[in-house]
Each structure stands twice: as structure tokens, then as C-alpha cells.
């Protein structure tokens, strides 16, 4: 069976790059920043990006592209041992995916509220209230049905599902081509325009102020080790699937460099359009900065409406904001979709409209439970294992895996013959010393922390089910897997 290939190279780092943006970068990052040293912690983001981001990503470009298949066969295919790992990859995307289309489910709510506000000048209360109905829930306790915002997962689920069931070229290549640089212009757009508003300044000014006693502070280092794996989709079968559909002679080193360096930009980006906001919103209630900013959901779904209510020409600005966080949220959704979808056409030989069906309408309906008014609570305690365990502990076991039981030398002289520009001795110093040492603190205090301390005020039950259980679920099925699973034949490449 051949396997389909990208059509340009520009439409695979537009792709690439779609998976890595994400909401994460818009709600996330700039509040990261703000908390840990404004201006300062762009030191320890850019050490990150250079010492694990950049030469991670170098590596899993290499990894998909020689091996040619999904998460599962690529790691079987470097060592048998190793595909149940890649398994538990595609567990962890497959959950990503059945609750962030939830958000992405608000999002586009949202833009259909945002013509008119009609979220109301107590935006908190309409979010939570009266929007996800959020009552006397929890996430085992999950109450009735949110027929609108289901309504908007299924629009979300059908793009998804047009984009993967086209195809690389035809489907995933072709939305990443209008998404990206749509985000793009919209984003530069509205900062166009942001930075024109009283206090816009002031809120810039805040995010980038440097307070450089933080950079003494190893919590703002993991920060930044932590912001650069949640941002990059490196680590949870993403970027190994899209990386297999290269053709043989891509520049591996070239290609990787500019997915990480425009993930990041646009990090930057979305840090100035969100405090310009800010800082205008601040100005015009008379109340400082720090009373205004939010981090997460809050700030997408209560602060930003709250600011767009105070924005001249709301009607146009208001939808343009939202319509970006639909579009970062649904780049980032197909890519998820496709690293479980190619998985299961590797595995099982499918057609890819028949895995891209079964696939996408399981999620639809697991992804219901995130509609109901509780939804909210389930997402958050799900979404916190995820990704403080499960990508964090995949990231940390595949670089050890990759770097100690693989010759990098071998992948760096690869990758040096196939690109335009070669690296040297940092790629394998980073990936053998420098990431996994910064993983592993970071794994190790998130996992104390948990154990100590729990999360959120929920239950223990919940905690041991939905949390730990989980997530150890996930890891006996990739090892059942890969242990009853035959050795798959190298994948043939087009001509």
C-alpha cells in the first residue's frame, strides 16, 4: 500500500504549524509570560525552544520520515519494544481530541454571539451559568444535555472530519493552506488596531516588563520547558504522523527549525493582541492590570468578552477574535485526528475514509459527555492528567528511548545529508542530557504535587478514575497491544 505524501513543502509547514498553534497559544502563553517574569521569562522560553524544542522536533521529523508510518509503526519499526509507547501516544491524542473540540465548540458559539454581545455585560455569570449551565455538578455527577453547545461540537466534528476523510493533500493540506494564513492576517489585524487604544501600551509594557529576580526561580525555568512541549505537539504521535508523509529527500533540519520558530512567533503575537486588550480594558474600568488578566478559559470565554464590550466597533472586532480561535482550534484539532486516524489505517489496513468514519463519529458521541453541564468539571480534570502526565511522561520516556537506546549520531548524520544545512554535537548533548534532565524535574514535580496535593478539590474517586486510572489505562492498552501485535512491513513511499 502506498502511502500519500504532502504536495508542497509550504503545505506541510503550514500543517505543522497548525498543529503547534493551537489556544493554547493564545490563552496560555501570555499568561505564562505575565506570571513568570514578563519580559525575563522570554530568556528561559528561548533557551527551552533552542535546547528541546528545535533539535525534539528535528527528531521526530527524522523518525517519521524514515520509517514512514504513524506513531505505533515508526516506534516498532526503530524497536518492536517500543510500539506500545506510540500506542499510548494515540491514546492520549484520542482523549485530547474528544474534549478540546468542546472548546473549540464554545469558540464557535461565541462567534455567533459575538455580532451582537449577546453575552451581556456580566460575562462570568453567562459562561458559567447560564452558557455550560454549570450547577451543582462534577465530573462523575455530570447532569443534563447542553443542546447548543452539542450543536457546535458537531459543526466542529464535521470540519474535522471533511479535512481528514480528503486526504493529505486534497483534505488536511488544503485546510491548513486557507487556516494559517487566514489566523495569520487576523491576528496582525487586530494588534493593528489594539495598539491604537488608550492604555494598549501599558498593557504591552506589563507583559514584556522584565523582572529578572525570576530567572533564579527554577519553577519559571520548568515553565518554560513545560510551555515549549504543551505548544509544539511533540511527543504525542502528532508530529511523527505528518512527518511520514514527507517525501524521501526533505530538509529535515530546515523544515523543523521554521515550525518551531513561527509556533513561537505567533506565541509572541498572541501576547501582544491579548495585553493590548487588556491594558485597554484595565484603563477604561480604572482598575490596574493585574485585576483584569486571567488565565485559561476565563480569560477566552469571561475576560475577552468583557474587554469586547468595551471595544469600539465590538460587531467587527468581536467576531475576528473569535473566528481566530476557531480556526487555531480546529488546525489543531484535525492534526490530532490524523495521528489517531493514520494509526488505525497503519494497524488495521483501512481506507482512510472508512477509519476517518469510524474514528471521528466514535469521538462525536464520546465527546458528547463534554456537552452536558458538567462538562466543564470532566474536561478540566481530564485535561490537567493529560497533560501534565501523559504528554509530559510520553515526552520524558520517548527522549530517553530515542536518545540512550538510538544512535543520534546515526540521526544527525541523516538529517545532515538531506538538509540544507547541518547540525552539529548540540543535537545530541540537548537530546541526551539537557531536555530529558529538565523533563524529568518537571514530570517529578507535577507528579508530587498531584500525589500530595490532588487537584481542583475533587473527590479522590474521581482523582484515582478519571485521573491516574485513566492514564494508566491508556499505557496497559498500548503494551497489550504490543505484545499480541505481528511486526508490520515497511510502508512503500509514491514515486
Same mark, same amino acid.
Given at each position: 500500500m502506498k502511502r500519500e505524501q504532502w504536495g508542497?513543502? %509550504?503545505?506541510?509547514?503550514l500543517a505543522a504549524v497548525g498543529s503547534a498553534i493551537g489556544l493554547g497559544n493564545i490563552w496560555r502563553f501570555p499568561y505564562m509570560a505575565y506570571e513568570n517574569g514578563g519580559g525575563a521569562f522570554l530568556i528561559p522560553y528561548l533557551f527551552a525552544m533552542i535546547t528541546a524544542g528545535i533539535p525534539f522536533m528535528i527528531l521526530e521529523f527524522s523518525m517519521g520520515q524514515r520509517n514512514r508510518g504513524s506513531a505505533p509503526i515508526t516506534l516498532a519499526r526503530i524497536n518492536a519494544k517500543f510500539e506500545w509507547l506510540g500506542w499510548f501516544q494515540i491514546g492520549v491524542?484520542?482523549?485530547?481530541?474528544?474534549?478540546?473540540? %468542546?472548546? $473549540?465548540g464554545w469558540a464557535i458559539s461565541y462567534l455567533g454571539m459575538s455580532f451582537t454581545q449577546e453575552w451581556g455585560t456580566d460575562t462570568n455569570a453567562f459562561f458559567f451559568s447560564e452558557y455550560? =449551565?454549570?450547577?451543582? @455538578?462534577? #465530573?462523575? @455527577?455530570?447532569? &443534563? /444535555?447542553q443542546w447548543g453547545i452539542a450543536g457546535s461540537m458537531l459543526i466542529a466534528w464535521a470540519i474535522t472530519y471533511a479535512a481528514i476523510a480528503g486526504g493529505v493533500k486534497a483534505g488536511i493540506e488544503r485546510? %491548513?493552506?486557507? /487556516? /494559517?494564513?487566514?489566523?495569520? +492576517?487576523?491576528?496582525? &489585524?487586530l494588534i493593528a488596531r489594539?495598539?491604537?487604544?488608550?492604555?494598549?501600551?501599558?498593557?504591552? @509594557?506589563? *507583559?514584556?516588563? #522584565?523582572?529578572?529576580?525570576?530567572l533564579t526561580d527554577m519553577k519559571v525555568w520548568a515553565a518554560a520547558y513545560g510551555q515549549i512541549f504543551f505548544t509544539l505537539s511533540i511527543g504525542f504521535a502528532i508530529m511523527l504522523a505528518y512527518s511520514s508523509y514527507l517525501p524521501e529527500k526533505s530538509d529535515i533540519n530546515n523544515n523543523a527549525f521554521m515550525t518551531v520558530l513561527i509556533n513561537c512567533g505567533f506565541s509572541i503575537l498572541a501576547g501582544i493582541m491579548i495585553f493590548s486588550v487588556l491594558g485597554y480594558m484595565a484603563a477604561e474600568q480604572g482598575k490596574p492590570l493585574t485585576e483584569v488578566v486571567s488565565a485559561g478559559v476565563g480569560l477566552a470565554f469571561v475576560t475577552l468578552p468583557a474587554a469586547i464590550n468595551l471595544l469600539p466597533a465590538p460587531y467587527i472586532? &468581536?467576531?475576528?477574535?473569535?473566528?481566530?480561535?476557531?480556526?487555531?482550534?480546529?488546525?489543531?484539532?484535525?492534526? +490530532?485526528?490524523?495521528?489517531?486516524?493514520?494509526?488505525? $489505517?497503519?494497524?488495521?489496513n483501512w481506507s482512510r475514509k472508512k477509519a476517518a468514519t469510524i474514528v471521528c463519529g466514535t469521538?462525536?458521541?464520546?465527546? /458528547?459527555?463534554?456537552?452536558?453541564? =458538567? &462538562?466543564?468539571?470532566?474536561?478540566? *480534570?481530564?485535561?490537567?492528567?493529560?497533560?501534565n502526565v501523559g504528554i509530559l511522561t510520553s515526552c520524558l520516556v520517548e527522549i530517553v528511548l530515542m536518545a540512550w537506546l538510538v544512535k543520534?549520531?546515526?540521526?544527525?548524520?541523516?538529517?545532515?545529508?538531506?538538509?540544507?544545512?547541518? $547540525?552539529? =554535537?548540540?543535537?545530541?548533548?540537548?537530546?541526551?542530557?539537557?531536555?530529558?534532565?529538565? *523533563?524529568?524535574?518537571?514530570?517529578?514535580?507535577?507528579f508530587t504535587h498531584l500525589i500530595s496535593e490532588g487537584y481542583g478539590g475533587y473527590a479522590q474517586f474521581e482523582l484515582m478514575t478519571l485521573g491516574w486510572g485513566l492514564i494508566a489505562l491508556l499505557a496497559i492498552v498500548g503494551i497489550i497491544i504490543n505484545v499480541v501485535s505481528k511486526p508490520q512491513k515497511p510502508v512503500e513511499a509514491e514515486a
Open positions: 508542497s513543502r %509550504a503545505g506541510f509547514i491524542a484520542a482523549t485530547i481530541a474528544v474534549y478540546y473540540v %468542546a472548546v $473549540i455550560l =449551565g454549570l450547577g451543582d @455538578n462534577s #465530573p462523575t @455527577n455530570l447532569g &443534563g /444535555m485546510a %491548513a493552506k486557507i /487556516m /494559517m494564513p487566514v489566523l495569520f +492576517i487576523m491576528v496582525l &489585524g489594539m495598539i491604537f487604544l488608550p492604555g494598549a501600551i501599558d498593557g504591552i @509594557n506589563y *507583559l514584556f516588563e #522584565p523582572d529578572f529576580s525570576k472586532l &468581536g467576531p475576528l477574535f473569535f473566528l481566530a480561535l476557531v480556526v487555531a482550534g480546529l488546525s489543531s484539532q484535525i492534526s +490530532i485526528m490524523e495521528a489517531v486516524v493514520s494509526a488505525i $489505517i497503519d494497524k488495521l469521538g462525536m458521541i464520546i465527546s /458528547m459527555a463534554f456537552a452536558t453541564d =458538567g &462538562g466543564l468539571l470532566l474536561l478540566d *480534570l481530564v485535561d490537567h492528567f493529560v497533560n543520534l549520531s546515526d540521526v544527525r548524520e541523516y538529517v545532515n545529508k538531506v538538509s540544507d544545512f547541518t $547540525i552539529s =554535537g548540540w543535537f545530541e548533548i540537548c537530546l541526551r542530557f539537557i531536555t530529558p534532565l529538565a *523533563l524529568a524535574l518537571i514530570v517529578y514535580t507535577k
